[in-house]
């Protein structure tokens, strides 16, 4: 079992930055990979990034790629995604997630997800 709790979400202006952090806990954090999503209002959760459990592998949605990293620290226990260059149309709810699959930019790949942060993009 493992325990996901994301944080780092907020009201930024287009153009700016935020740094979402996911810490785990309950298990060997480098045995999975690690995901984030999003859910914007009235539409689907999408896959945003990926990395594996080693962080030697890295997966975007091209809607983010060039814009956000993700990364890992195995040491510490947490996951990241650094956003920059944020649009209005990254307005969503974000959520990491842990994944034991190959298949990491599909949901159903994943079986432990934080609660989510709320990240708001204004124009």
């Known amino acids: 079992q493992v325990q996901l709790v994301d944080s780092g979400g907020g009201l930024v202006q287009a153009g700016g930055s935020l740094r979402l952090s996911c810490v785990a806990s309950?298990?060997?954090?480098?045995?999975?990979?690690m995901g984030w999503f999003r859910q914007a209002p009235g539409k689907d959760r999408e896959f945003v990034a990926a990395i594996s459990g080693n962080g030697g592998r890295t997966y975007y949605a091209d809607s983010v790629k060039g814009r956000f990293t993700i990364s890992r620290d195995n040491a510490k226990n947490v996951g990241y995604l650094q956003m920059n260059s944020l649009k209005p149309e990254d307005t969503a709810v974000y959520s990491c997630?842990?994944?034991?699959?190959?298949?990491?930019?599909?949901?159903?790949?994943?079986?432990?997800w934080g609660q989510g942060t709320q990240v708001t993009v204004s124009s």
């Open positions: 997630a842990a994944s034991d699959s190959s298949f990491l930019t599909m949901q159903w790949a994943y079986l432990y």
């Open positions: 309950g298990h060997t954090f480098s045995r999975h990979a």
